[in-house]
């Protein structure tokens, strides 16, 4: 373990240092939830039954859970691109513990995504949103979502190091946006179809989204979800380490063993 502590804090310096080498992926990142909730905050709230501010306030927990689900396509591509360029031969030559490189980058991961929170969460009290409830539930739902996107960073780890190319992660990864769709995220399930409403809600994204929504006081739990959506936290919990119980094993394996 203290191997695995030594060896992990070191890949993690590295993973930052290569994030603060490449600032314009840093800023795109940052900058798209906020485009993104102005443009359906004001666009869509206004089309929705929900009222602009309300809609708005619906949308912010929302967006958070997308941003956090990206830690796929941003694992997937960084994993790929040490692949790719022959990084993870090298490290793997290297005498560390197998699991400290993808722990590393998802942590560094981590991290970064802490980090952008603070400006997307500034936008969003600037066009209304609040937090309803307690700072310790809100402290509760940030911690939730942190780790959503530390279990959906080692999903990311495990298709880079199959898919063994930037060019290919990078198309894979962007077909992830339709994942927030196949959700609660933007807007509510109640009206869906009954298929496809049983379909958004077995999405973890809508366990995390429903959660935050409930922790932060924006939204009530809706009647009648499926059960990860009706025990919100229950579920998100369930979710997470259902996702890191498969995928952190299969990364940690894939990386040592590399294409064998």
């Known amino acids: 373990m203290s ?3 030594h060896d992990g804090t070191a890949m993690l310096g ?3 240092q290569r994030i603060r080498n490449t600032p314009g992926l840093l800023i795109l ?3 798209m939830p906020i485009t993104m909730l102005l443009f359906f905050g004001y666009v869509f ?3 929705l039954a929900m009222p602009g501010e309300e809609y708005r306030s619906f949308l912010v927990p929302g967006l958070l859970v997308a941003t956090a689900a990206n830690g796929i396509m941003t694992g997937m591509f960084q994993a790929a691109q040490d692949v790719h360029r022959g990084v993870t031969d090298r490290l793997r030559t290297l005498p560390i513990s197998r699991a400290a490189v993808p722990l590393g980058q998802s942590v560094a991961d981590v991290l970064v995504t802490a980090a952008g929170m603070v400006p997307f969460l500034l936008v969003g009290l600037a066009v209304g949103w609040r937090v309803e409830k307690s700072p ?3 402290v509760g739902a940030l911690g939730l979502l942190l780790l959503f996107r530390f279990a959906t960073t080692w999903i990311g780890i495990f298709l880079g190091l199959l898919t063994r190319n930037e060019e290919a992660a990078g198309q894979l990864g962007g077909a992830t946006f ?5 959700s609660n995220a933007y807007i509510p399930t109640e009206g869906l179809p009954g298929w496809l409403r049983t379909l958004a809600e077995w999405n973890p994204i809508s366990a995390v989204t429903t959660a935050l929504r409930d922790l932060f006081g924006n939204a009530p739990v809706p009647e009648g979800a499926a059960w ?3 025990h919100p936290i229950a579920g998100s919990l369930m979710w997470c ?3 890191l119980a498969v995928f952190a094993p299969l990364a940690v394996r894939r990386y040592a063993h590399g294409e064998g």
């Open 3 to 5: 191997m695995l502590t």
């Open 14 to 16: 590295r993973q930052l």
């Open 29 to 31: 990142t940052q900058t």
């Open 45 to 47: 709230g206004s089309a």
């Open 136 to 138: 310790l539930q809100a």
């Open 178 to 182: 339709i994942l927030p769709l196949l």
């Open 228 to 230: 990860p959506v009706a």
């Open 241 to 243: 380490a259902v996702l």
